[in-house]
Structures are given as C-alpha cells and as structure tokens.
C-alpha cells in the first residue's frame, strides 16, 4: 500500500502547470471549508445523524462551526470556502466577515488546496475525505458524516465529529492550533 506522502508526491508532480497554484497559495493561519451542496440529497437531522450519506449539511452547521473556531481562537481567522453551491446557498457562510471563496479551477487542484489547510471543516464527500487523506490535517465533520478516519496514532492531528457544539478537547486543541 502506498502512504499518504507518496501519493500526494505523485499527485504534486502530474499537476499541470495551471493547477499549480494550488501548491503556492498561503493557507496559514486560516480554516479551509469544504461545503458539498450539489448532488447531495437534502435530507432529515435523524437520517443524517444516522450516517446517511452522500447527504448535505445545512449550511447553517458550517457558519456555526466557523463562529465558534473564531470564538476558540480569540479572533477572525481566515476562513477559504471550497464548494459546489451556489453563492446564494452558501450566502450564510460567505457574509461573515474575512470569509471567501476560492477554487483552483479543477478539483484535483481544490483537493491539493484544501490538504494544505491548517484546519477542515469538512463534508461527508469523498472530495473532503481526499483532501483528508493527502493532507492528514486537522479536521471537524459533521456527526455521521466521517466515512471513515484517516488518522492514525503517529499524525499529531485530530479528526472529530461534532453536532452542534464543538467539544471541551476538541476546543482545546483548535485554541492551541491558532494560538500567536
């Protein structure tokens, strides 16, 4: 089996030269989201709860989660939005402040992206479980949502599920992750 490292070299070196920036642009300090709306069915708390999958969050989870990251931190942490929605849906999360867009133009460019991020706040797609994967960083999905953990006892990073509220170690190691 090949390990994260390898494929993400892999993945590095085919990138073609537009796609690139992916591998430039300067995530410190900030908080990558991963919002899937697409082809996602809209479905009941309970059935998303559950585990159902290939099912979208309400964006309102995502603000909230966004909200209280800040509030951990102590301050308006740069937050890059990566999603499949549109700017009206995703309108709750994109007018809070020091909040953008961005992509890469392809997702193989947005998946390298977004396993650069410092923190992800992830969906339950296979697009958020990549970027997971390649970039084993810190990582917050909603309760149901993480197919399967990425993560193994020699990544210094957490990967967590959270309902509503983000729990008491889980803020402790966000505080620590944005402290100056």
Wanted: proline residues 3%; neutral net charge.
């Amino acid at each position: 089996l090949y390990d994260s490292a390898y494929v993400y070299e892999n993945l590095k070196q085919n990138l073609k030269p537009g796609n690139r920036d992916a591998l430039a642009f300067d995530f410190r300090d900030s908080v990558g989201v991963h919002i899937r709306l697409g082809d996602f069915a809209r479905v009941s708390e309970a059935e998303v709860r559950a585990g159902r999958h290939d099912s979208a969050r309400p964006v309102w989870w995502y603000r909230d989660m966004i909200c209280q990251i800040r509030k951990l931190a102590g301050r308006e942490i740069r937050v890059w939005i990566f999603s499949d929605g549109t700017e009206e849906e995703l309108k709750p999360v994109l007018s809070l402040p020091r909040t953008q867009r961005l992509t890469f133009g392809t997702s193989i460019a947005d998946i390298m992206a977004l396993s650069r991020v410092p923190l992800l706040i992830a969906s339950g797609s296979s697009f958020s479980m990549w970027a997971r994967y390649l970039g084993r960083m810190n990582c917050i999905c909603y309760t149901g949502q993480m197919k399967q953990h990425i993560l193994t006892e020699r990544d210094a990073a957490f990967e967590q599920e959270c309902g509503e509220e983000i729990d008491e170690e889980t803020g402790r190691r966000i505080r620590a992750l944005f402290e100056k």
